[in-house]
């Protein structure tokens, strides 16, 4: 079983409730930022850089639960900035928990070790560990010396403190796939369950445009994806990684992965923010989705990017014949461990 066996229902169960009351704009994985500070200024990451001026600014508590309250997506990847800086962390997640959500906690994993004591296992929480490559490279990008050890160290004691932890890379123009197929080996051994890999995105706010990939270097990227998948759990769908491969298209669904942070409710995505709402009704009723995706807004050309594609893989959007039959099988293989 790839995922948690609850977490499969729990969103099977969800987009099938939704798609009986004939609802368009599903939310699945609400981004919820609850801070833009970070203590790493890694490369590729455009909120540093996009909400400077705001890096001081926090959601409460309160606000948190009430993005939850009005977005009902299953799953809450917690985001940032890095959330483990933020002074209230453990109460958000814990009662995003109680609201039986299941909660991504996104970090780049350097205060991971001082900071596990905060939180309880449960199934219905991972940590997803940003890690970019081998330790010189990762602390390259993160431009920390020292940084993937920290995090490794991170992963050690989430792991040893019975927490379900999995990684998240971003794979560049010049990343070396081999070397992050060795990382993965290296950090199963240490208790990794699953990896999530992501085509870097060339956001407007990021200044190193050289690593940011056209749609054809990330099907060269990840022609060789097949046999990696065979041998660690990845937790990208297999339609997804068909697109990213260049063998079929997708539509960009963003409203699928809607995000709050301390600016409000930004729209269109996780990427791009023409603007901010005061709340989720109104995203969703101003955004003009149609006009977003590839072929459409300039912005969109070139992104690959999961949050806005693994939401049309998970919602059936543009399916075709086989796609339910790959997705059951690749969510009974894989290595994480099944849960309540
Ligand atoms: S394709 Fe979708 S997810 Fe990507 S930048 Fe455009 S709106 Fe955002």
Same mark, same amino acid.
């Given at each position: ?13 969800? =987009? ?43 959601? +409460?508590v309160e606000d948190c639960l009430g993005? &939850?309250?009005?977005? &009902? ?11 483990? =800086? !933020? ?9 995003? =928990? ?16 001082? +900071? ?10 991972l940590f997803n560990v940003h890690i ?5 490279? !990762?602390?390259? @990008? ?22 379900? $932890?999995? $990684?998240?890379? #971003? ?13 993965? #080996? ?27 990939? +056209?749609?054809?270097? @990330? ?12 041998? !660690? ?42 603007? !901010? ?6 995203? =969703? ?18 992104c690959m990017v999961h949050c806005g ?7 059936? $959007? ?17 290595? $994480?461990?099944?849960?309540?």
């Amino acid at each position: 079983m790839r995922f948690p066996l609850g977490l499969t229902t729990t969103l099977a169960s969800y =987009i099938a409730r939704k798609k009986m009351a004939g609802e368009r704009y599903v939310p699945l994985v609400l981004m919820l930022e609850p801070l833009f500070a970070c203590n790493l200024t890694c490369t590729g990451c455009g909120r540093i850089r996009e909400y400077e001026h705001l890096k001081a600014r926090q959601l +409460s508590v309160e606000d948190c639960l009430g993005a &939850a309250r009005e977005c &009902a997506a299953p799953v809450v990847s917690v985001c940032g900035g890095e959330p483990l =800086i !933020h002074p209230h962390i453990e109460h958000i997640t814990a009662e995003l =928990i109680r609201m039986r959500r299941y909660v991504y906690l996104c970090t780049n994993g350097t205060l991971l070790a001082q +900071s596990i004591d905060k939180f309880t296992p449960s199934s219905r929480l991972l940590f997803n560990v940003h890690i970019d490559g081998p330790a010189e490279v !990762h602390d390259m @990008i993160v431009q920390r010396d020292g940084a993937y050890l920290s995090a490794f160290k991170g992963i050690q004691a989430a792991a040893a403190h019975g927490f379900q $932890v999995t $990684v998240n890379t #971003t794979i560049y123009k010049q990343t070396d796939m081999r070397q992050i197929d060795e990382v993965m #080996t290296a950090l199963e051994e240490i208790g990794v369950k699953c990896f999530m890999l992501s085509p870097a995105y060339s956001y407007a706010s990021v200044d190193d445009r050289e690593s940011f990939m +056209s749609r054809d270097n @990330i099907a060269e990227k990840f022609a060789g994806i097949d046999a990696m998948a065979a041998r !660690h759990c990845l937790a990208d769908s297999p339609v997804y990684l068909d697109f990213l491969k260049g063998n079929r298209d997708l539509r960009c669904t963003a409203w699928g992965n809607p995000t709050r942070n301390p600016a409000g409710w930004r729209s269109p995505c996780y990427l791009i923010a023409d603007r !901010h709402y005061a709340s989720y009704r109104d995203l =969703i009723a101003n955004t003009d989705w149609e006009y977003y995706g590839a072929g459409r807004d300039p912005r969109c050309r070139d992104c690959m990017v999961h949050c806005g594609y693994e939401p049309t893989v998970a919602l059936m $959007v543009n399916k075709r014949k086989g796609d339910l039959y790959k997705m059951i099988k690749w969510q009974m293989s894989g290595k $994480v461990a099944a849960n309540k």
